[in-house]
């Protein structure tokens, strides 16, 4: 298939979850991709699993010499690229009156500054008519237990979208926000979800999404290639939910 075809795409956080799934569905629709993670093994697997067109770049998105680096490295292999997805984030769920400054401060680094800057050091190698991606969360519009922190840094995305949706509409390049619910990917279990408690968990869940159960990685991918492809080409500064109709309840 080539509904990417000959389109460079970058996307943060894509060595494992939404971001690999989305690679890997790029890849197969034609484009080179390009993952970025923090650990190396799981980048190296993740470039494995996509195949010859992907490269892969370590890094933590919270440092603006990583952003730097991979503008570089994008301009040096490919002199520019089409789609830029700012999909790595963290979350840790916790009342607010537990929340350290240190913690508060981890989830903004990364879920809000580090895709500020990351769009900030790529956007002059985007390409007119190219597409921005950013990984929100239902959090920002659902009230959540525990996710005070972590909602406010995904609701940032929301206004970051919005502001260069106006500010590149002359370069035809679209801003948008994917907000996924509840996803079974490997975040579950560093959110705590031991295997013990999965199939509690996921019931519990059920009883909280319309479609009765959580959503899966390639289900948010396919949402993300919409969204960045032609599919999408009259679609920019929204926030999709793709959350089975969660924020409905």
Do not use: C
Not at 110 to 115: L, S, T, Y
Not at 140 to 148: E, I, P, R, T, Y
């Amino acid at each position: 298939m080539d509904t990417l075809k000959n389109k460079v795409a970058v996307i943060t956080g894509g060595a494992s979850g939404i971001g690999l799934a989305s690679a890997k569905l790029f890849a197969a629709e034609g484009a080179q991709v390009v993952v970025t993670g923090r650990r190396a093994e799981a980048v190296e697997a993740a470039v494995a699993q996509i195949g010859p067109a992907a490269l892969g770049l370590v890094g933590d998105v919270a440092d603006i010499g990583h952003h730097k680096a991979v503008a570089q490295a994008v301009r040096e292999r490919f002199g520019g690229l089409d789609v830029y997805m700012a999909n790595a984030g963290v979350n840790t769920i916790m009342p607010s009156p537990e929340v350290t400054e240190a913690e508060y401060d981890a989830q903004f680094a990364v879920n809000a500054r580090g895709v500020f800057f990351g769009v900030q050091k790529i956007e002059p190698l985007l390409r007119d008519g190219g597409a921005i991606l950013l990984t929100g969360s239902i959090a920002s519009q659902k009230a959540l237990h525990g996710h005070a922190a972590y909602a406010g840094s995904k609701a940032a995305l929301e206004a970051f979208a919005r502001v260069w949706a106006l500010e590149l509409k002359d370069r035809g390049v679209r801003v948008n926000v994917l907000s996924p619910g509840p996803t079974d990917t490997a975040i579950l279990g560093k959110l705590g979800v031991g295997p013990e408690q999965r199939d509690a968990f996921e019931a519990g869940m059920a009883e909280r999404i319309p479609l009765g159960r959580l959503a899966r990685p390639e289900e948010l991918a396919r949402a993300a290639l919409f969204l960045v492809s032609d599919a999408g080409s009259f679609i920019t500064g929204v926030n999709l939910a793709v959350d089975g109709g969660m924020t409905m309840l």
